[in-house]
């Protein structure tokens, strides 16, 4: 367990703003800043971090919270290993507290890999270094490749001896059990027999983008060995092949700097390219791009250039990942190495300016690129080409962006040599068939809350909307004023200072809330006044009540404000919330009452038209009389009230 003292350090050490920024690129708007969210596939950026509150909100997925939350949420991380991370980030020591021997079984079974796998690492790269197996045939394969110490130390590269249970052998003498081998993915149990899935291979560690290793590559150098030339770790709890790009957790900073990542293949590439000064580079490892994997680039650029290998067949074989690219909104290029080439061999070539020039000046937009490459082998054969256009106009429909359609059909329309109407009527022909196939395009709307009405105009809203709904948006914002402003002073008619808590409470008092968790909240807030300590958000963001939790998140941060440049350019003062809190406070409880009789007055018509007992219908009347006059006189005072 992590001592209270260190996790108090990090929390007062860490900026969201520089947190949340390693994983995503952030922009600033106003007092916040905004980015595509990490969390869903959305073209307009919904995720934002408010450095006042020190939290985040994404309004696509409904996820917000604090640095520490944020980096659990993003990376699959637990609260322990959060705190670990941000402490290595901040140069933190950490302080743990003694552990029972219970408490130590029950140690968490991720964490528990992690340092298995941390471990697997070490080893590796202590035998390649520290052995002569490893010095004699792994370093020198590395050093063969051209690899500087440097560049071996910055990715972690090692080597696995030529044992059966060398890994294995050294893991139990440190006190690893082989169960733990196993569902780390570095053992394997065979007939009840255990050995080493990795064997005679030099190591390339996987990365989560945190830097915390979560899988091996493992490639072969013996040309006797029958095995594939490379294997990797399976599935696990930690490792799942479909969401991690090799070489990420090197290459992020980069792509967010440069505002591009290029892609390639292998391990090595990525490694050379490092080594040439290209760092904005990841890796599919071979394997078949995936939305997970797409949605991981999106986060740091919205520009991705793909390197092909200068082969042909290679090049059409890759092809297939494409579309998805296409369909996660992001700006595809395209550039074919010469002949014979790769990342790996033309990186070293070129070094990093001529590497960089030559896609610069090769790179052409996919659907171009694509089509080059596919009408190369069409030749005559008017079949083969009628493929093609089907297939072209295929990856074009993936494309969300209407006017990119339209360009890229244009394009193709004199690279193919077809009439753009024909083109048109093919791409409309496979949407049409896609909607089929999946269903109409039922996408959820956002819910838009009920607008705060002029309370002139509010009867004639009454019969249309759901009372009950009107009610919960003016408890919401009188709730939002209280955790937003709690600890503010505001002046009273007496002209003297008061808390806004201490005037929220007094005019709210006969009010029951109805939403459930708003009560616990105006509960927190009296009890630590009671204490005579006054609150406000902040304080209830580490409660330990998720819903309190997650509701001050959502009240805390506003998705839009007035820009000040708008202000200042038109010469408008806009005024804000903190300059009429008093009025803000009372007109929200205000209206909130107002609402609440009105509801009690429906409640009561309602009751009078399915009474026939004459004495009720006077008893009903009179109630309704008494209500409508409550009505009318905190509308009067509502219409005095002026809020900014």
């Known amino acids: 367990m992590i001592h209270p003292s260190t996790i108090e350090e990090i929390k007062n050490r860490i900026d969201i703003v520089e947190v949340v920024g390693d994983f995503v690129t952030l922009k600033r708007s106003g007092s916040s800043y905004k980015a595509l969210s990490p969390f869903t596939n959305e073209k307009t950026p919904s995720f934002y971090v408010v450095p006042s509150k020190g939290i985040f909100k994404d309004f696509s997925s409904g996820k917000g919270g604090d640095a520490i939350s944020f980096v659990m949420e993003v990376d699959g991380l637990s609260y322990v290993e959060a705190l670990k991370y ?6 933190i020591e950490i302080k743990e507290e003694e552990q029972s021997d ?24 202590d035998v390649l270094h520290n052995t002569d197996e490893g010095k004699s045939i792994g370093l020198s394969y590395f050093k063969e490749r051209g690899f500087t110490e440097e560049t071996i130390k910055k990715f972690e590269l090692g080597y696995s001896k030529e044992l059966w249970d060398g890994l294995l052998n050294e893991a139990i003498k440190k006190g690893y059990n082989k169960e733990l081998l196993g569902e780390a993915g570095l053992v394997i149990d065979k007939d009840g027999k255990n050995y080493d899935r990795f064997r005679s291979r030099v190591m390339f560690p996987i990365h989560n983008v945190s830097g915390k290793t979560i899988a091996f590559g493992g490639r072969k150098l013996s040309s006797t060995d029958k095995s594939a030339k490379y294997i990797n ?7 799942h092949k479909s969401k991690v790009l090799y070489g990420m957790y090197q290459s992020k900073n980069a792509i967010r700097k440069e505002d591009n990542c290029y892609l390639v293949e292998g391990y090595t590439d990525v490694i050379s390219m490092h080594q040439a000064g290209v760092e904005n580079v990841v890796a599919s490892s071979g394997t078949a791009l995936t939305e997970d994997q797409v949605k991981l680039i999106r986060r740091y650029s919205e520009n991705v250039t793909v390197i092909f290998d200068g082969d042909q067949a290679g090049i059409k074989a890759s092809m297939r990942g494409i579309d998805l690219l296409l369909e996660g909104d992001l700006n595809v290029k395209a550039v074919a190495l010469p002949e014979g080439e790769d990342p790996d061999s033309y990186a070293r070539q070129l070094g990093a ?11 052409q937009d996919i659907i171009r690129f694509k089509t080059k490459v596919l009408l190369n082998d069409t030749g005559n054969d008017p079949v083969k080409k009628a493929g093609v256009i089907k297939d072209i106009v295929s990856s074009i429909t993936k494309i969300n962006d209407p006017v990119k359609r339209t360009v890229y059909i244009k394009d ?15 791409q409309n022909k496979i949407l049409i068939e896609n909607r089929k196939k999946h269903g109409s395009d039922h996408r959820a709307q956002p819910e838009v809350e009920a607008p705060p009405f002029p309370m002139e105009s509010q009867d004639e809203f009454i019969d249309k909307l759901d009372i009950g709904k009107i009610i919960e948006f003016q408890e919401r914002e009188s709730i939002r004023v209280l955790v937003n402003y709690g600890k503010n002073k505001i002046p009273t008619r007496e002209m003297q200072d008061q808390n806004l808590i201490d005037y929220f409470l007094n005019e709210a008092d006969e009010i029951q809330f109805t939403n459930q968790t708003y009560r616990k909240i105006i509960e927190i807030f009296r009890e630590k006044l009671n204490e005579g300590e006054v609150i406000d958000g902040e304080y209830l963001l580490s409660h330990t009540d998720e819903d309190v939790r997650k509701t001050v998140i959502d009240l805390s941060a506003e998705k839009y404000e007035i820009s000040e440049n708008w202000s200042e350019k038109y010469h408008i003062h806009v005024p804000r919330e903190t300059e009429f809190l008093r009025d803000v406070t009372y007109t929200n409880v205000l209206r909130l009452k107002f609402r609440i009789v009105q509801q009690l007055i429906q409640e009561e018509t309602e009751k009078l038209k399915h009474t026939t007992n004459e004495a009720e219908v006077d008893e009903l ?9 409550v009505s009318v006189e905190i509308a009067k005072i509502l219409g005095n009230v002026l809020v900014g």
């Open 86 to 91: 941000l402490a290595g980030k901040y140069g």
């Open 233 to 239: 770790s399976p599935e696990t709890e930690l490792y």
């Open 102 to 125: 219970e408490a130590q079984q029950a140690q968490n079974k991720r964490e528990s890999l992690y340092i298995v796998l941390n471990f697997a690492n070490e080893y590796f790269q």
């Open 621 to 629: 009347l009179d109630d309704i009389n008494e209500l409508k006059k």
């Open 412 to 426: 193709c329309s004199d690279l193919l040599g077809i009439a753009e109407s024909v083109l048109v009527a093919e």
């Open 353 to 363: 300016s001529g590497f960089r020039e030559y896609v610069g000046e090769e790179a």
